[in-house]
């Protein structure tokens, strides 16, 4: 296990898994993302999530990304502000991001397991976690691991965390579940009570929260984190089932209109900035399309 004694911001609260924008040339608009990040933050958000699967994160190379998180850092949003995701299935790939957001100063990382070999056994899933660990060179970090099998085709199991929790790699710190099922996470937070357990879903979010979950790591924050917020501080309060039924009626519709396209095109309306519309191939098909 992993020896170093950092002490670890508390993670919770509502983390926004951040859109990127990008320029025109498919560069990262690093100004852009700094300004939403800092407003983000400014209106109750506890950390910024980048590069998962709202951030379009494997659509960048690992230079592009470890720039735009030296970005915000340098643009004085903390390191314990942030929980940068690493989305690959390349044991060195993932080892050589760990070790760059390590040296940025960020300690908690969310990682997604090994993708595109279908029904990985248990022994890969934990070498791999192992192998880049190690390969990394034992940084000073702990892993939220992060389960959204509809798009990554493995699942994070009981089993798993167990597994890499005795093993030999980085500590495990939480586990994002993104499978928009109640059951499923409030699964977690009774066998993990010492970890802090997300939703990646609003529908889940207050569910969670009366259970002892930590909070929420998704997309919807980007257009309206302080509603969110607000029903993080007070799940059971006398406006929660209001935001609860907006936020799930928020979420069913942008599920519907596109997802990640819809969440950007809401953020240009909300900042009056077409360029926010912008995605990188091949999702920018919809934004070239409207451009003609």
Known sequence: MNEHNTSYSALGGIITAILTPIRADLSIDTDRLVDHARDLLARGGSRISTFGSTGEGVAFSSPEKREAVAALLAAGIRPDQLLPAIMTSSVGTAAQELSDLAALGCRDILVLPPYYYGNPQLDGLVSFYEAVYERAGRPDVRLVLYNIPALSGVTVTHEL?????????APIAGVKDSTGNIQSGLAYVRAFPELAIFTGDDRVLPHLLVAGGAGMIGGLP???????????????????????????????????TGGILALKAGLAEQRRDDSWRRCMPPLDGAFRAGAR
């Open 161 to 169: 965390v167990r597994a890499l929790q005795a093993g030999k790699g």
């Open 222 to 256: 980007n257009l309206y984190v302080q509603d969110i917020v607000s029903l993080y501080r007070d799940p059971t309060g006398p406006d929660a089932a209001a935001l609860a039924a907006l936020a799930a009626e928020r979420i069913a519709q942008i599920d519907a």
